[in-house]
Structures are given as structure tokens and as C-alpha cells.
């Protein structure tokens, strides 16, 4: 089993910025057959949806059009951590975001193809 710990959510004003982390932990078997990390969000009354991944060894990267030129995903492999940078914030970015992992090698973009899940963090911008 993995286990993933988001951290960094907050209240900010409209064109601030927030980072989010997500540390992941488990059995070393288990932490090393994770390909992929990423980041989802769900706004209430919405269904929850993509935001960005990546990929843990090749780094490439992925992302929503929503949040394209804001949100930039990286990752330490060294910490088993992946970030989450968030700039120019709009209101519409408020949700609850979720870090996920995924042991097959691909991004994807279905909620339903991830295969852990942290608890979420609450990111809301104020206009």
C-alpha cells in the first residue's frame, strides 16, 4: 500500500499563488511501483477532475487546459514528493485537491484509473 499526505492548501486572494505538496509513503516495493503522480480536484456539486500529472521518471508532465501556463506539477524523487505550484489563482480554482499515484506508466486523465488516493486539501480563492 502507498500512502499519500497532501499539505499547503489555504485561503488567498484572487492572482495569489499556493503550493501544494503531497508526500508519498509505503513499502519500497510499493513506492517504486508507482509510474505516475498527479493532481485532482472537485468543486461542490461537481464531479471531481483532472488537473495535472506526472510522470516519476521521465518527468514529463500533463494538464488540464483549465490550468495550463498557471500550475506547474514537479517532483522530488529523492522525497518521494510531488508539488503542485499555483499562480494567477482564480475563484473557479477553489475545490478540494487531491493527490493521486497510478501504477500503470501513462497519464490519464479518468479518475477512476488511479490507483491511490490522499485525503484532500481545501484550496479556496477569494475574488
Known amino acids: 500500500q502507498v500512502q499519500l499526505v497532501e499539505s499547503g492548501g489555504g485561503l488567498v486572494q484572487a492572482g495569489g499563488s499556493l503550493r501544494l505538496s503531497c508526500a508519498a509513503s509505503?513499502?519500497?516495493?510499493?513506492?517504486?511501483?508507482?509510474?505516475?503522480m498527479g493532481w485532482f480536484r472537485q468543486a461542490p456539486g461537481k464531479e471531481r477532475e483532472f488537473v495535472a500529472g506526472?510522470?516519476?521518471?521521465?518527468?514529463?508532465?500533463y494538464y488540464a487546459d483549465s490550468v495550463k501556463g498557471r500550475f506547474t506539477i514537479s517532483r522530488d524523487n529523492a522525497k518521494n514528493t510531488v508539488y503542485l505550484q499555483m499562480n494567477s489563482l482564480k475563484p473557479e480554482d477553489t475545490a478540494v485537491y487531491y493527490c493521486?499515484?497510478?501504477?500503470?506508466?501513462?497519464?490519464?486523465?479518468?479518475?477512476?484509473?488511479?490507483?491511490?488516493w490522499g485525503q484532500g486539501t481545501q484550496v479556496t480563492v477569494s475574488s
Open positions: 493521486t499515484a497510478r501504477k500503470a506508466p501513462a497519464i490519464a486523465t479518468p479518475w477512476g484509473q488511479y490507483d491511490y
Open positions: 509505503g513499502r519500497t516495493f510499493s513506492i517504486n511501483s508507482i509510474n505516475v
Open positions: 506526472i510522470n516519476w521518471g521521465r518527468g514529463s508532465t
